[in-house]
């Protein structure tokens, strides 16, 4: 099983999308094992988003996810990150398909209500980020016999 970070940014906490959030990618079959409210600071930022520093948009970035609460998630699954990457949809959200959470809440780039791990390793590093050990559960989910054919990994 595979775990991912969600992020619900600003946008989508002050749009009042987060149950929107939780529930497209709970009926999916995916199973979350953390979720707390946070305000994320400079340090958190700049560790989180290591690799747009030096990009001209990472001022605007930096400040836009500091002008709120944020709803972090992880969530755990069969292959989890590719099946999240197509429901939250495309990064440009004019460019994500109907259906998909920026392509039926967002029109900008800048504000794309999501963050979804790009990777297995990213995911596993970033939920660590966000959450420690007491903050994560592990827990039998009943349904999943009628979500998975085959349990192994």
Known sequence: MERTLIIAKPDAVQRGLVGQIITRLEQKGLKLIGLKMSSLDETMLRTHYAEHIEKSFYSGLEQ?????????MAFEGLEC??????????????????????????MDTG???????????SGEAEV?????????FDYDKSEYVHV??????
């Open 64 to 72: 836009f996810m500091k002008s709120s609460p944020v709803v972090l």
């Open 111 to 121: 504000r794309n209500i999501v963050h979804a791990s790009d990777s297995k390793q």
């Open 128 to 136: 660590s980020n966000f959450f420690d050990s007491k903050e994560l």
């Open 148 to 153: 998975y054919d085959d349990m192994s990994p």
């Open 81 to 106: 990150v590719d099946a999240v990457r197509l429901i939250v949809g495309a990064t440009n959200p004019r460019q994500a398909v109907p259906g998909s959470i920026r392509g039926d809440f967002a």
